[in-house]
């Protein structure tokens, strides 16, 4: 059966790009720390929206969705759900506040997730909710016309219990030995759960509520006031890129978690500078880097060229994912091939000295 060892893996994903994210995050959690004990005021608007975006986007990525007035008014609870969809709605909400207000005591175990799990499903009939899958199950995919296709086959129903208690067992143990980084801990752990698939139903809302609770654990809070599933289903294309990447040769223990890991750094360090421009925006500060750090109204491709638009030093490959960790490689070379080819950027060396530069 798989075995885990998070120490060991998290070793291997100390590559400049995953480091220069992780000392990003660090650097945007310190802000934050000092920002929210300076405007605690502001915290309430920013969590209510965020609360509201999280709800509605993690449930709309699964096909669920209601009317505007509804989502509303089921997440102040004024309303009795009225259908299956408004039910599962209503789960999710639940489980949110659960997580944001009693996250320091819901450590990650079999337990605890089966009871996450059951919660999520409390409002409907389904027998399911709070056991693992009773037959085995496949992660499908559509293509752009339709068509659909196994994308990975988790591994089966017998062996998901044992499973998800030796995820649970590396993630403390990783935790335990103080030299692991917890945000590379908590995005393997995510990996693995997805992998696993251990439910009939609401694996992906289980991964993304899962996510907020190891980051709030782990004083990562800005998940709180920004929706991290709102940033996931605004680059939902990469994310599944990141995920395929990641999950191949996972059953057989070889597969590499640096595309997943390196996708949720991004996010995190995503949702923290929305924080600051968010921030600044209701402080009537609004910072001059704030559309390119949130990336509004913008293309992959624009907040691309707008990097050298702001940059007067050339950028490289790196720098640029660095900067636009969201944005996969294959969208990064497809524009800068564009912004030559339309003469926006000059090319500067070659082979890993290649570097970008606006034309002047």
């Known amino acids: 059966m798989r075995q885990f060892d998070y120490v060991k893996t998290a070793k291997t994903l100390l590559t400049p790009r995953t480091t220069g994210l992780l000392t990003a995050v660090h650097e945007a959690k310190g802000r934050q720390d000092v920002q929210t004990s300076l405007r605690p005021d502001v915290l309430t608007t920013l969590t209510a929206v965020a609360r509201v975006q999280s709800i509605d986007t993690s449930n709309r990525i699964e096909g669920i969705s209601t009317s505007d007035k509804r989502l509303g008014a089921l997440v102040a609870e004024k309303v009795a759900p009225r259908n299956r969809a408004e039910e599962e709605i209503a789960g999710y909400r639940d489980v949110l506040a659960t997580i944001h207000e009693s996250h320091d005591y819901i450590p990650p175990t079999p337990n605890v997730i089966l009871q996450l799990h059951h919660d999520l499903f409390r409002h409907t009939s389904l027998a399911f909710g709070g056991r693992f899958k009773d037959s085995d199950n496949v992660i499908i995919e559509r293509d752009a016309t339709g068509e659909q296709r196994v994308r990975f086959a988790p591994p089966p129903a017998l062996a998901t219990p044992e499973l998800v208690a030796r995820i649970c067992d590396a993630y403390a143990e990783a935790l335990q030995d103080g030299h692991t980084d917890p945000l590379l801990t908590i995005a393997m752990f995510i ?8 439910f009939n139903d609401g694996n992906g809302r289980m991964s993304r509520l899962l996510t907020l609770l190891l980051l709030y654990r782990n004083g990562y809070q800005v998940g709180k006031y920004i929706s991290i599933e709102h940033l996931i289903e605004r ?10 990447a990641s999950t191949t040769g996972w059953n057989e223990g070889a597969n590499d978690y640096a595309p997943f890991t390196n996708y949720l750094l991004g996010v995190i360090l995503a949702a923290y500078r929305e924080f600051d421009d968010r921030i600044s925006a209701l402080t009537g500060h609004a910072g001059a880097d704030s559309i390119v750090a949130t990336g509004r109204r913008a293309t992959k491709a624009q907040r691309i060229a707008m990097l050298f638009d702001n940059s007067p030093s050339p950028l490289s490959k790196a720098d640029i994912l660095l900067k636009l960790p969201d944005i996969s490689m294959t969208t990064v070379e497809r524009t800068l091939k564009a912004l030559q080819d339309d003469g926006t950027i000059t090319k500067l060396g070659t082979s890993r000295n290649t570097r970008y530069v606006k034309h002047r």
Do not use: N, Q, R
């Open 191 to 198: 990996l693995d759960f997805t992998c696993i698939h251990p």
């Open 235 to 244: 680059s939902k294309d990469t994310y599944y890129e990141a995920l395929a």
